[in-house]
């Protein structure tokens, strides 16, 4: 494992700069040598300023490697990293963390962060761990803030597992917490009433998801905060989508028209797919296509893979909309071989390919089909999608039996 002033010397010489280039203004050139030889430690101010010099995100310069540093350092940095989302490397230094002026049990802050290192980085048990003592403490202690943050966090984690009920139950036990505070966070508040708003949408409850909606954007209009504000308009513009409330619908996407700086060009690529959704569902199909295929190129410039496959069984579902069965089958096929039973498009999927084989009149082909996506929609309580692809099941089997008869 190399020492951290290594990894510093390999990635100047990569980048093509000299020593004293590096640290021209920051620090001497003999105390980079130092730091490069081994001899001497950089300050965690240095550190960022060198990692921002070479173009480096903090988390790569500190990967795999050794750094003796005292605990307190180890915190403030794994506070930066935590700030960055860097949060692997982050729940690396907070597990080194193990400073006499610190009990992890008695500190709020270092529990909380803690669990959405472990949420983030996959461990959703350790995560609930750290939620339990945060729980515990806060009771406690009398912290009806960190109870309610606490809350909220262990429903993210049930959210992240597609375990709606629990998520949307944890929810409402930190919304009950922020009503018995004086004076609530409105950004917290404003987050935890979005929260609620998808998960009602996950679990088909469409017009309790608006009213939440509502509900944020009754706090964030009109604030510093943009970038939530444009998030929660369009979850608010999905559930508008879904409930057939296309003027409504089309006033927030028009409203987001122009919000690209503000949410910067990943989150603004994800609005254009839900309003190229939004298109497609009110019968503009080459407006629909266009923009799918505009937004799948933009998805794979920024290395996106994961939202592929969304962008590709909407096409899917477009051309099986437009009577282009063969397209839309060799689709479906194809996200099948490529998608796990877990992913969350499997059973959409599954339900495209049941509507071209009843559409078809394949009804033997199709019952197979719906029955894996009620399953996979009954697992994650998804009631919405699990009653129309119920109905679409009982008439392909009213219709085989027809057919036989």
């Known amino acids: 494992m190399p020492q951290l002033g290594e990894k510093i010397r390999l990635f100047r010489q990569s980048k093509g700069f000299t020593q004293e280039q590096l640290v021209e203004g920051i620090a001497k050139k003999s105390t980079l040598s130092q730091i490069e030889s081994g001899k001497a430690s950089p300050s965690i101010e240095l550190l ?63 529990l909380y962060k803690l669990s959405i290192c472990y949420t983030e980085t996959g461990d959703a048990d350790q995560a609930l761990l750290m939620l339990e003592r945060l729980v515990a403490l806060a009771v406690s202690r009398g912290l009806h803030t960190w109870r309610g ?66 509900k944020a954007l009754e706090i ?56 190229a959704v939004f298109l497609a569902d009110t019968g503009r199909y080459k407006a629909a296509e266009k923009l799918f295929l505009e937004v799948r190129q933009r998805f794979e410039e920024m290395g996106e893979e994961s939202w592929l496959a969304e962008v590709d069984t909407e096409i899917a579902e477009l051309c099986l909309k437009r009577g282009d069965y063969e397209n839309s089958l060799k689709l479906c096929e194809r996200l099948l071989d490529q998608l796990s ?13 049941g509507l071209i084989h009843m559409e078809q009149g394949q009804y033997e082909k199709a019952i197979p089909a719906f029955v894996s996506a009620l399953q996979f929609f009954e697992r994650l309580g ?13 008439v392909c089997i009213e219709k085989k039996s027809l057919k036989r008869g």
């Open 48 to 110: 960022l300023q060198i990692a921002d010099r070479l173009d480096v995100g903090i988390g790569e310069l500190l990967k795999d490697v050794t750094w003796d540093r005292r605990p307190s350092d180890l915190l403030k940095l794994a506070n930066v990293l935590f700030d960055k989302q860097e949060y692997s490397i982050a729940l690396t230094y907070f597990q080194q963390v193990r400073s006499e002026e610190m009990e992890e049990e008695e500190d709020p802050s270092y």
């Open 149 to 214: 943050q606490a809350f909220q966090q262990i429903g993210q984690v049930y959210f992240k597992q597609q375990n709606y009920k629990l998520a949307e139950h944890y929810w409402l036990k930190a919304e009950d917490r922020i009503s018995l505070l004086e004076d609530p966070d409105p950004a917290q508040t404003a987050r935890l009433f979005n929260r609620l708003g998808v998960v009602n949408f996950y679990l088909g409850e469409h017009e309790k998801s608006v009213e939440y909606y509502l």
């Open 220 to 275: 964030l209009n009109g604030s510093e905060y943009v970038f939530q504000q444009s998030i929660t308009m369009m979850n608010m513009a999905i559930s508008l989508n879904s409930l057939g409330d296309y003027e409504r619908a089309a006033e927030m996407y028009q409203k987001l028209e122009n919000v690209n700086e503000e949410v910067g060009p990943l989150v603004y690529a994800i609005i254009r797919f839900h309003y």
């Open 341 to 353: 039973a877990d992913h969350s498009e499997y059973g959409n999927v599954q339900r495209i390919q």
């Open 382 to 394: 998804r009631l919405d999608q699990v009653r129309d692809v119920h109905k679409l099941l009982t």
